[in-house]
Structure formats: C-alpha cells, structure tokens
C-alpha cells in the first residue's frame, strides 16, 4: 500500500552506561561521629552533678518562691535577731557572738531537712526501688544530692549574715570574707551529710521527720551558736563536738574577729573532717538498710 508507514524492526532496548549503574550505587556511610569515651572519675562526677541537680527540682518542697522567701531566709533572720537582742539584755555576748553563730546555723534548717528529703521523699514517692535498681553506684547518687542543698544552705547563711550585719551594725573585715564564705560552704556540707545520715534512718524507720526535728534542735542548743560552750555541760560539750556547725561556728567568729584564715584552719579542718564522718556514716546506713530492707520485702512500706 502506496504512502503506508511500515515499522522498521523493534529496537533492542539500551543498557544503562557504566556511570549511569555507577551511580546507582550507595556511597559508603561515614561512621557516626561519637565523643571520646569517658572515664569513670568524669561519669561519677556528671552523676553526682546533674543527678544531684534533677533530684533537687523534684524532691525539694516549696510551692512558691515566698513560701521559700518566707521560710528559708526570712524565719531565720528572725531567728538571729530575736536571740542578739536576748544576748544584749542577759550580756552574755556581744553581737558578733549572736549574728555570726546564727548566720552559720540557718544553712542547717535547709540542708539536714534537704538530705532527709533526698531519701525520705524517694520511698514516699514510691520512685526509691527505680533508683536502688539503678546500675550506677547508689553511694553516688545519693552524695551528690547533697550538693544542691548545701549550696542552698550556703545562699540562706550568705543572706542572713548581711542582713543581720546591716541590722545590727556589724562590721566585718573586708579580707574576712573569703575565708568566711569558704567556712560556710563546710557547714553546709557537713549540715547536708548530716540530713542525708538521718534520711538513711527512713529506710528503717516510718517517720524520719520527727527525728529531723529532734536534730535541728539539738543543734541549736548543742553546738554553742546561742549559748557559749563555757555555759554547757561538759557532755553537752561533748556531743556538740561530733555535730555540725559546732566548728564552723567556731571558726567563722575567729574569721569576723579580724584573727585571719590561719587562726580558723584548725577548727575549718575539724568541721571537714566531721562532714566527711557523716558521708561515710550515711553511705554505710544506705548499704546495710538496702540490703536489710531487700531481705524482708518492707522497701516500700510505709
């Protein structure tokens, strides 16, 4: 047929050239980049840290900032006023006896009652088995949610000494300050351990508050911030030279009086050694009541 199209042979399909497949092909994943390994003094630290700082937001009870106002920096400021104008009356001491005592002491309310809370508040919870499961060391965990609450306690003593400075016109040497900042932050954390050895009681006992309590007390009677050691009995004496504060207290008066860091070494060391006793006291407890709690299945009971 005349003007008809006629197909011409089927063309045979074309392979793909050799780039074409080439780039078909998956180039090779580089390897995730990863941080260098840690070691284990780096990762105990981070525990302690962040850990320390996670549990403070969570355990730590306030519900606003003028119930924390209210309680933890106005209550104590009371406090040291109401027992400087007692001292002026009796003239038992001066001032500086009364401010710098009292100012050391306040850091006590908040770090004993945040250690007992760092335990006590875990069982309460019912979140304490979730971290005696954990793999990581319980004595770590636990040291390092003492931290925030000393630093915590540091602030409330920081506060409270310049106020009562202020208030009642003490003057204090301005080359003092850094020995008596550094004389606080160990109250503090002895206070803190302190708290974190009576916690370490809530895991045998019901209500670790009453004996929270009881403690608070005795360290304002016992550990010579209100009433000087010469005024004490002599056990009296005794028992407050294994509290806290006693040699903070001590030591922060020598700071105030001009004497210098020297002349505070030996009770600063004292208060250390004290706060180091009950770091190791509290991890002992933890230990030995974990283990006893485990065996008669009462972890959780309240």
């Keep these: 047929m005349s003007g008809a199209y006629l197909p011409g042979p089927a063309a045979s399909p074309t392979p793909f050239p050799f780039r074409a497949r080439a780039a078909l092909t998956p180039s090779p994943v580089p390897p995730p980049h990863r941080s260098p390994e840690k070691g284990p003094g780096m990762k105990t630290l981070r525990l302690m840290t962040v850990g320390g700082v996670i549990a403070y937001r969570a355990l730590f009870n306030w519900t606003t900032p003028g119930m924390f106002i209210g309680t933890l920096l106005v209550g104590p400021l009371f406090q040291l006023l109401f027992f400087a104008y007692l001292g002026r009356q009796l003239q038992v001491a001066d001032d500086r006896f009364y401010i710098v005592g009292n100012a050391v002491l306040t850091a006590s309310l908040a770090c004993v009652f945040g250690g007992t809370m760092a335990v006590a508040n875990e069982r309460r919870y019912g ?9 990581r060391s319980r004595t770590a965990v636990f040291w390092g949610r003492v931290l925030p609450y000393a630093g915590n306690g540091l602030l409330i003593a920081v506060v409270t000494l310049t106020a009562g400075a202020l208030l009642l016109g003490l003057r204090i040497p301005v080359s003092a300050l850094p ?19 009576l916690g370490a009681l809530g895991l045998r006992f019901r209500d670790v508050w009453v004996i929270s309590n009881v403690s608070v007390a005795l360290l304002l009677l016992l550990t010579g911030v209100n009433v000087p050691a010469s005024g004490l009995p002599g056990w009296m004496v005794a028992v407050g030279e294994w509290l806290p504060i006693t040699h903070a207290a001590e030591a922060a008066r020598r700071l105030a ?42 972890l959780d009971v309240l």
């Design 257 to 298: 009086a001009g004497d210098g860091l020297a002349a505070a070494a030996g009770p600063l060391g004292q208060e250390l050694l004290v706060g180091a006793g009950y770091a190791v006291a509290a991890a002992a407890l933890l230990k030995i009541f974990e283990f006893e709690s485990r065996r008669t299945a009462s």
């Design 179 to 197: 020995g008596l900042l550094l004389v606080m932050a160990a109250g503090s954390l002895a206070c803190g351990f302190f708290g974190l050895t």
């Design 127 to 135: 979140t304490l088995g979730h971290v005696l499961l954990s793999p």
